[in-house]
């Protein structure tokens, strides 16, 4: 079985442009989540998916984050305009409906804005 | 909201020797505890998770927690550590009907020959 799928893995920007981080989960799992990893620091959500409805995106900055899940199962997480403060690892990671705390994590993105 | 607090930043200990990671939840009500490991440049992978019941739990690669209510703590032990445990170490806790987890900052382990 395929793991949770993520491109690209590592991505350096300039400030101010645009960058979009592709995932593509587990086969099945309903719920996406997208994470944000600060150095030396845990995991922080960044939105939920249950099949294509965005339930918890509470601590999304809107003003420059966006996201989507097309069809309930790829996701992309985009930044635009994108700044210094963003650089980070983004993770996604995807679990079961029957199960929300069976979650598998992706690789990640590490993001880097110069 | 549930938090979590991993006291130790950075842990070296020898090949062979016991390990053992702190974690400590906040919590009104039961929580659900994970540990998770994360080698570099990859994602996390779940160790082991407590939602009830025997509160010892055994985990993957050898690894083992104890929920400990009164402490309000999940530590993470293994009697064991090969070099190849050498990563972060994540706790996390969730609640019942509440799919919002958080983590800790982690703990590095480094592991001497």
């Known amino acids: 079985e395929a793991g949770v799928v993520q491109s690209p893995r590592y991505k350096i920007i300039e400030k101010k442009q645009p960058v979009a981080f592709w995932c593509n989960p587990i086969?099945?799992?309903?719920?996406l989540y997208w994470y944000l990893q600060n150095l030396g620091q845990g995991p922080e959500l960044l939105i939920r998916?249950?099949?294509?409805?965005?339930?918890?995106d509470s601590q999304l900055p809107k003003d420059r984050f966006s996201a989507e899940r097309l069809k309930g199962v790829d996701s992309t997480l985009k930044i635009q305009p994108a700044e210094l403060g963003d650089s980070a690892v983004y993770l996604c990671?995807?679990?079961?409906?029957?199960?929300?705390?069976?979650?598998?994590f992706g690789p990640g993105t590490r993001l880097t804005v110069t | 909201a549930q938090s979590v607090t991993q006291p130790d930043i950075h842990i070296t200990v020898s090949e062979g020797a016991s390990l053992e990671l702190r974690c400590n939840y906040s919590?009104?009500?039961?929580?659900?505890l994970f540990w998770y490991v994360q080698s570099p440049g990859q994602g996390l992978q779940l160790l082991l998770k407590y939602f009830s019941g025997d509160t010892l739990v055994q985990g993957i690669k050898g690894f083992e927690a104890e929920f400990k209510r009164s402490q309000s703590s999940f530590n993470l032990r293994k009697p064991s550590v090969h070099w190849s445990d050498a990563a972060e170490y994540f706790c996390?806790?969730?609640?019942?009907?509440?799919?919002?987890?958080?983590f800790g900052a982690g703990t590095r382990l480094t592991v001497k020959p």
């Open positions: 086969s099945g799992h309903n719920t």
């Open positions: 990671a995807s679990s079961p409906g029957s199960n929300p705390y069976e979650q598998y």
């Open positions: 919590y009104g009500a039961t929580p659900y």
């Open positions: 996390a806790v969730g609640a019942l009907g509440n799919n919002d987890m958080r």
């Open positions: 998916y249950e099949n294509e409805e965005a339930v918890d």
